[in-house]
DNA sequence: CGGACAATACCTACTTATAGGTATATTATA
DNA sequence: TATAATATACCTATAAGTAGGTATTGTCCG
């Protein structure tokens, strides 16, 4: 089973990254990314395909009619609310609520429902963005800031495997800078900003 | 220099961990505790004797005169009042402020600036990441995944001065790999992520 | 005024990376 | 079991980046 993807959007900083590190709990998900701004929730979105958004309705786009209907009728992703408020069930549908004072046992048991259920459909796959678990740990290493050569040493393969695999790393993905792919492989949880020098 | 020990104390799991989170990337200092519960304040306070306490007046035990004649008489704890409330430097007294709503940046460097008042005493300053703003804009472009050639190009600057631009970045950061300048830029908001091909 | 710094430019020698190939053994899997 | 995918290896040329310099303008500030 394909891991599900969790967007985050809400205006405080602190609430987006407290979430995400208590969402590291669940097993079969992963934050993908964490959004501050209003007017880059549709594009994002739309980008990533998150399975799950988890938006603060302050940063609900009221006038984005694209992200509405992809939320509630097509039925792809499911939405939970993220507020201080208490009585936001009365106001607005959505798949889940989560409020600031929520506790985190709350919170993933909660998750961890939606997760179930969306499982429960079983559908197939659909990131085309394929890339070995070989490859993977090539690209982990390169987003880590190794030359070729030092990747071939650690890995004990030659200097020209490594470049095969980065050929075709770059080829799948469609990214040619190390920047690129040094964002794809944060963005994928392949590496952890801490870990580059 | 010993790293300067902070406690954190609010009602929110979310807020707790997401302020972690944040002051985790300060250099000089960690959190050596989370508290959620009004009755633990005092006696964690106490037995842990933190350098800095963050917390949010909800929890402030207004009966408990040791922990205040310790912050306010003694001046051994640095006192940062954390809350959701906008006008709170005008009801109450502290050292620091942090707003729920704040920024990663503000956060840090207000906090920066309470450690480098607590450590007076020792060194004058550490901060050798003085980066000049033309280099900030140059790293930039190398952190977008752009070449010497298109970085000099779009500048309308000769390769050369990229080049010569772009070994000063990398001995005054002590970084290297594109993917350490990269990670670089976007921890000091020279790019986000999403901008980066 | 004079020194420090920032921005610019150029040079050589050297190291790394990219783009285009080909090729073979192993491992899934249809 | 065939076939596709993966991991491995090597090659040539070319492009890009690094490390070590030097040097000329400005500008800011003590």
Do not use: H, M
């Given at each position: 089973m394909a891991r599900s993807t969790i967007l985050i959007a809400d205006n405080s900083c602190m609430i987006r990254k407290g979430l995400r590190s208590i969402l590291q709990?669940?097993?079969?998900?992963?934050?993908?990314q964490l959004i501050d701004n209003k007017e880059d929730v549709c594009g994002i979105v739309h980008k990533r395909k998150p399975d799950i958004l988890i938006i603060n309705p302050d940063m609900?786009?009221?006038?984005?009619?694209d992200v509405k209907r992809e939320l509630?009728?097509?039925?792809k992703l499911s939405l939970i609310l993220l507020s201080?408020?208490?009585?936001?069930k009365n106001d607005l549908k959505a798949d889940g609520y989560i409020n600031y004072m929520d506790g985190q046992n709350t919170i993933l048991d909660m998750m961890q429902e939606i997760l179930n259920k969306n499982n429960k459909s079983s559908f197939p796959n659909k990131n085309s963005e394929t890339i070995s678990s070989r490859e993977k740990n090539i690209l982990k290493h390169i987003a880590l800031g190794l030359t070729n050569k030092e990747i071939a040493d650690q890995l004990f393969i030659s200097i020209h495997t490594v470049v095969t695999h980065r050929k075709n790393i770059t080829q799948k993905l469609g990214i040619k800078s190390v920047s690129g792919l040094t964002v794809y492989a944060i963005l994928h949880n392949l590496i952890s900003m801490d870990e580059v020098k």
């Open positions: 709990n669940l097993e079969n998900s992963e934050v993908i609900l786009p009221g006038d984005c009619l509630f009728n097509e039925n201080n408020r208490k009585n936001l």
